[in-house]
């Protein structure tokens, strides 16, 4: 994640010593598909300007997305 997120997300509880993110490059378009299951990836803006993705996940004929906060 970026140093800003880190900064947000640490709290006297939550030190930032012990949240480690591992990142993983990511590129639009269909990120996994197997079994069925189809997940794909789409960039949004996030609430404070910052991309962020949405992912769509197909599977039998169903679709359901995810997002965190964004602008809509």
């Known amino acids: 994640m970026f140093a800003h997120d880190l900064e947000k997300r ?24 197997e079994g069925g299951i189809k997940v794909t990836a789409f960039p949004v803006e996030h609430h404070d300007g910052n991309p962020t993705y949405c992912f769509r996940v197909d599977y039998a004929g169903h679709s359901v997305g995810h997002v965190g906060r964004h602008n809509p």
């Open 10 to 33: 640490s709290t006297v509880s939550n030190l930032i010593e012990n949240l480690e993110i591992k990142m993983h490059p990511l590129n639009d378009g269909l990120v996994f598909d």
